[in-house]
């Protein structure tokens, strides 16, 4: 029972190289989304999907982008990397989408990048 | 001012402790109040979750709601060794917004 899965788990870049993120979900779940994790920030939503052919920013959207493939993949690129991209990437997903309906959101392990 | 404040700690105690894990927040349209469990290099999991006010319990985990204080809390009674973690609360109206975490160390 996989759940969501993300990878690489680990990544070092240098400044100005690009790189894709994956992220694969088995639960059927129409919403994904991308946060990034800092220390003392907590998690910070980059972008989500709401259903598939959907996409909309979060609160750091900046220097990201997304594709949802089909309904069980959601890629994160970073068409070029800056030493403040260097963080812990978590993809996640829940059933619907999060405007007021409740729903808990399923999380992967996470992608640690670094960004040199 | 954040939408929601989390202790960061780190927080320790011995094993047998009852722990308290608390949140604050500043919208009065959060409904819906989740705590998540995060263990090291690894991702958030869902570990309580409250609808409005009031108190549900787990297992030795119980999460209480205060709406009018706009407060939360997580109750970890006789803690263990495998409780150490980072808790993160939740809360959503029109969005799921996450408290920094707090780190938590119960020590044997």
């Known amino acids: 029972n996989a759940g969501v899965t993300q990878t690489p788990k680990f990544q070092v870049l240098k400044t100005g190289q690009s790189m894709t993120l994956q992220c694969a979900q088995d639960?059927?779940?129409?919403?994904m989304y991308w946060y990034r994790q800092d220390p003392g920030m907590g998690l910070r939503l980059i972008y989500y999907s709401a259903s598939e052919g959907t996409t909309d920013k979060g609160e750091v959207p900046n220097g990201y982008n997304v594709s949802r493939l089909n309904k069980r993949e959601f890629s994160l690129r970073l068409e070029s990397a800056a030493p403040s991209q260097t963080s812990v990437y978590f993809c996640?997903?829940?059933?619907?989408?999060?405007?007021?309906?409740?729903?808990?959101?399923?999380f992967g392990d996470g992608t640690r990048l670094s960004i040199l | 001012q954040k939408e929601v404040e989390q202790d960061p700690g780190p927080l320790s105690v011995p094993e047998g402790a009852i722990v308290s894990l608390n949140c604050t927040y500043s919208n009065s349209a959060f409904q819906y109040f989740m705590w998540y469990r995060q263990y090291s290099r690894k991702g958030p999991e869902l570990l309580m979750y409250t609808y409005s006010s009031g108190n549900k319990e787990d297992g030795r985990f119980t999460a209480q709601v205060d709406k009018s204080s706009k407060y939360i809390s997580l109750f970890i009674r006789d803690s263990q060794p495998s409780d150490s973690a980072t808790y993160l609360c939740a809360m959503e109206a029109q969005k799921l917004v996450f408290g920094q975490g707090t780190r938590l160390t119960i020590n044997p």
């Open positions: 639960m059927n779940h129409n919403s």
């Open positions: 996640a997903s829940s059933e619907v989408a999060n405007r007021g309906s409740g729903q808990p959101q399923h």
